[in-house]
């Protein structure tokens, strides 16, 4: 995606659009794997030909997009068939270990995500202007599978707080800035395993795209793991392939090139 002063207003181009549905066309299959919730990522799938979405840095995954809609997705319901998957873990779980973090840092910004809802102890406008949040002291979280806990600390309390997480627990950082706590099994590199268990496509007829540290394992998984040019440098450094910036459609011209597609 380009940039753009929101996280909102993030885009992609009609070059990238019109590159994917080629392929697409052609037999490629096409997925979405992004640390965005489903209010905010459910615009490029409907606008991209989605084979598989994976949401939430993986604690959300949709087999079967074209028979999901977003009141399904944040409805926190399995569906029989078996096309969502939610790696979470339970909501009561989640307020111990934020009433735990909060013990130590009793002004720290933290929150769970569950089924789109932002249940923290801050404002979550000052990030991100449209997502629905409410506040909690985390004792009126409802029941439910809770998608991530969300941790903004300040630079040096990263330290000690690293030494809080408890072992049932992931920690992903992403931009630098924030903090996920997710269950072990909820990240890119499982979610890539599994869509190519359910689509038949061997893991070296894979390539993967990305720029944060977030990104890494799946690209390491991936048959190719390409990098965009202004990616993390950790990133830089274990990728297969570099492509140009997100700014100049890096992904798109990287398909074009190796498809040879003329636009």
Not at 66 to 83: A, K, M, Q, R, Y
Not at 137 to 164: M, N, Y
Request: net charge negative; with cysteine.
């Amino acid at each position: 995606m380009h940039d753009a002063d929101t996280f909102e207003g993030r885009f992609i181009t009609q070059n990238t659009i019109d590159t994917i549905m080629r392929l697409h066309d052609r037999g490629v299959k096409f997925a979405i794997a992004t640390a965005r919730p489903v209010s905010t990522a459910t615009y490029f799938v409907e606008r991209l030909p989605v084979d598989a979405c994976v949401y939430l840095n993986g604690a959300l995954l949709d087999l079967d997009p074209e028979n999901s809609s977003p009141s399904l997705l944040t409805s926190g319901v399995i569906p029989e068939d078996g096309h969502l998957i939610k790696v979470g873990f339970s909501s009561k779980r989640a307020c111990e270990v934020c009433r735990f973090i909060l013990k130590r840092f009793p002004g720290i910004r933290i929150g769970i995500v569950m089924n789109d809802i932002r249940y923290t102890n801050f404002d979550v406008r000052e990030l991100w202007k449209t997502q629905t949040f409410r506040y909690t002291d985390f004792t009126d979280v409802p029941e439910g599978i809770a998608d991530k806990i969300i941790i903004l600390p300040e630079p040096e309390q990263w330290h000690e707080l690293r030494s809080l997480i408890p072992p049932d627990f992931s920690v992903s950082i992403s931009e630098g800035v924030m903090w996920m706590l997710m269950n072990p099994q909820a990240n890119k590199e499982h979610a890539l395993n599994l869509l190519c268990e359910r689509l038949n496509i061997p893991l070296t007829a894979t390539a993967s795209f990305g720029d944060d540290l977030i990104d890494i394992d799946m690209l390491k998984q991936s048959g190719t793991g390409v990098a965009v040019a202004n990616a993390n440098p950790e990133v830089l450094t274990i990728a297969d392939e570099i492509c140009r910036p997100n700014n100049e459609d890096g992904v798109a011209r990287w398909l074009q090139q190796k498809f040879n597609l003329a636009m």
